[in-house]
């Protein structure tokens, strides 16, 4: 279960922006299947996800 913004980034950098995606859909389809929990007008609202790394490979920013 991601948590919050650190969990969102530690879950990216270990298993890729699908697993993401993935996590989300499967949470939106198993855990809320009649959009009570997380109001939304269709069943599979799309989704997107881009991953920004600022830092230089030394791991200093930019």
């Keep these: 279960m991601i948590g919050g913004w650190p969990q969102l980034v530690a879950a990216v950098l270990a298993h890729g922006p699908e697993s993401v995606l993935d996590a989300a859909h499967q949470a939106a389809a198993t855990g809320d299947p009649r959009a009570r929990r997380w109001p939304r007008y ?4 799309d989704k997107a996800l881009a991953v920004v790394d600022f830092t230089t490979p030394s791991g200093t920013p930019s």
């Design 42 to 45: 269709k069943a599979h609202d």
